[in-house]
């Protein structure tokens, strides 16, 4: 019964995880921002996306990443 209940994930993968979110909620909170009608200003068509895609990126590595045992 002292068995360890194993997580999916380690401590780092959390954290990246995270990151990765609050870089996803940025991204979007900047494309609502640009004051272009349709949002078609520069924060609404480059760089919001490329926040949103940094954002997916740290998430794919955050899944992908192997804990350190």
């Known amino acids: 019964m002292s ?3 194993k997580l999916a ?3 780092s993968n959390y954290i990246l ?6 870089t996803l909620i ?3 909170i900047i494309m609502t ?8 200003g ?3 068509l480059t760089l919001g996306p490329i926040i949103v895609f ?6 794919i590595f955050a899944i992908l ?5």
Do not use: N
């Open 17 to 22: 995880m995270i990151a990765g979110i609050l």
């Open 54 to 59: 940094i954002g997916f990126i740290v998430e």
């Open 33 to 40: 921002l640009d004051s272009e009608q349709y949002g078609f």
């Open 65 to 69: 990443k192997r804990p350190k045992h």
């Open 26 to 28: 940025t991204g979007f």
């Open 3 to 5: 068995e360890k209940k």
């Open 9 to 11: 994930f380690g401590k």
């Open 42 to 44: 520069f924060l609404g």
